[in-house]
Structure formats: C-alpha cells, structure tokens
C-alpha cells in the first residue's frame, strides 16, 4: 500500500478493503472496552487550514483512543499563514510527529506534503477530495447493507469532493453509482474519465434525480455550496432547489434504501427535516464511524511505516 493517503483512486479494492475491516474489528473492542493502544509513543499533526468539528474530533479521538498524541495546528498558528514553503513544512513537521493529517483547499497542498514529507501524509479534505469521509460512509454501507459490490448507490446534488471520492470509491467496488448534478457543477472530468475507464459501466451521470434515485439502495446529499463557496449560495440555492431530497423523492430508491449525509446538514434545502430524521437515516452511524476509520487508517500508515 502506498505511504500516503490522498485520493481513493490511488489503491486497490483489498486495500481499501483491508482498512474497512480493520475499522470494524476496532469499533467492536472499542465498544467492548479493549483499548490495546498500539500506538502509544506516536505523535500526528492535525494541520487545518478549513474549521471542522467531526473530522477534527474523530482523528483526535481516534489517536487518544490508540494510545498516541495530538498536535492541533491551524493556518493562523503556523507557518503556513506566512508563506513558508509546503516543502520546509513538511520536513520540518517529518522529524517531530509520525504522521500528518491535513484539511486544506488544494489537492496540490497535500500532494507536495506528500511529495517531500517522510512521514504518512493523510489528506483530511482537499476541494478535489474526500476519502476519508467516504472511507467511513463505505463502512457504514457494509454494515447496512453487508456488502460493498452490490448495492445501487446514487449521488444527488452537486458535483463537489465528495462526489468525487465516491466517484472513486465505485471504479475500485464496482458498486453501480448513479449521479445527479445539475448543469455546470459537474463532478470533475478527469476523475470520472478515469474512474470510468478503470471500471466501465459501473457509473452513471445525469441531471434528472428521480432517474438518478431510482431503484437505489444508498442514498447521498451534501451541502449546495461548500466551504469556500458561500458567496455562491444564494446562486447556488436556485440551481439546486429541483435537488432536494424529500419524501416524494426518497420514495422512488429501494424501500430499504439508507440515506447519508457528511453534515453538517442544511435541513429545508439539500435534504428535508422528515427524510434527515426518518427511519432511513443512518446519518449518525455515518457521523461515528468516522473516529473508527481513521483509527484504522492511523494505525496502519504510523505501524507500516515505522516497521
């Protein structure tokens, strides 16, 4: 496996696999009390550049739960605010912690991390990506729906990292994966050519959600206008009014279809109140397997690469 997570695209079925199932055996001792603290010893850096309150709180939860230490820097605090070269940073950071966590806007940030860093680079969010949100959403498919092959999983709304990663996330599954985004906010192009030709068939792009949604055994939302973005809600909340998930809506995918969303969640515009708190919701369950996912992807990039 590679010494770096920054996209999903970038590995193979068993080793997203591997991490998947890694997670559940550590929510299971945790939720029976184990704390084996493998990684008791070890430092990460959490450096943010984008707020956050689940991604920042299940890594942190996740490394105090192994046994290891967290460092919390924003863009303010560091030197990064300044203009220090991404290539000092990263190794200056490499010689003090054993793996770095970063939540950023550009994908070429974590890429040049990467590029000069000796430790683990774990990309937390970039515009471009998000694997390990989908990472967790993946595991809470296999929970609900037992397998990560067979369910029709659908995409509604806009064309954002998220769609991206899931984008991903189907061409190594192989899981069908119908997307709904409106005209001009498209997921990105290179990504799905790619992602298409590593698993042809297995995607789908159109704008009409109740072809999209049909059928469908997962159900996704996101956010209409990300971090970064706000300047374009009130443009983006017209391009995206006929994209709300509601009852009528919802009522078109699989009757024992799950409905997901990342949060935090915009209740009367991406998605209504009734479907976020109804019985097909496993928001939560999603919203927790993050701290699990990223114990398991912690301790496999700090383990393997300190072996």
Known sequence: MKNHLLALGDFTH??????????????AE?????????????????????????????????MYGLGGQVIFMSAKESQLGRGEPLKDTARVLSRYVDAIVVR???????????????????????????????????????????????PKVTWIGDG???????????????????????????????????????NPGAIHLCQDPATAIQDADVVNVDVWASMGQEAEQEQRLGVFRNYQLDAALLARADKEAIVMHCLPAHRGEEVTE??????????????????????????????????
Request: net charge negative; proline share 5%.
């Open 274 to 307: 009734e479907v976020l708190e109804g019985p097909h919701s496993v928001i939560f369950d999603q919203a927790e397997n993050k701290m699990h996912i990223h114990a398991a992807i912690l301790e496999h990039f700090i383990l393997g690469a300190n072996r």
């Open 104 to 150: 950023t806007f550009g994908q070429e940030v974590v890429e040049e991390l990467a590029r000069y860093a000796t430790v683990p680079v774990i990309n937390a969010l970039t515009d471009l990506h998000h694997p390990c949100q989908v990472l967790s959403d993946l595991m809470t498919v296999l929970e609900q729906k037992g397998s990560l092959e067979k």
């Open 30 to 62: 945790r939720k029976q009390g184990l704390r084996p603290l493998q990684l008791a010893g070890h430092t990460v850096c959490l450096l943010f550049e984008k707020p956050s309150t689940r991604t920042r709180v299940s890594f942190e939860s996740a």
């Open 160 to 198: 954002n990292n998220m769609a991206n990663s899931w984008i991903e996330a189907a061409s190594v599954f192989g899981f069908p994966l119908s997307l709904a985004c409106p005209e001009g906010f498209t997921p990105n192009q290179v990504i799905l050519d790619k992602a298409m030709a590593r």
């Open 14 to 27: 068993d080793q997203l696999r591997a991490l998947i199932d890694r997670a559940l055996v550590l929510k």
